[in-house]
């Protein structure tokens, strides 16, 4: 695979919580190390995601807000 973006993260698909029109798909980095996205079903089945598969996680944005309390 190759692809332009420069964070690209490979993990487990730890879960899959499907909704009406899209899925939360969680990928675990490591260990206690999780990344959440939202994904239509569409895309979860052309993709094969399954619980326990591997996957990329690629982020790929012009800005990431940070916050703290």
Do not use: F, H, W
Request: aromatic letters at 2%; a negative charge.
């Amino acid at each position: 695979m190759k692809i332009s973006a420069r964070n690209t993260l490979t993990g487990k698909i730890k879960s899959i919580d499907e909704g009406s029109v899209n899925n939360e798909v969680v990928i675990e980095l490591a260990p206690g190390v999780e990344i959440t996205s939202v994904v239509t079903k569409r895309s979860c089945e052309q993709l094969g995601l399954t619980v326990g598969g591997e996957a990329y996680a690629v982020i790929k944005a012009s800005n990431v807000m940070v916050a703290v309390d």
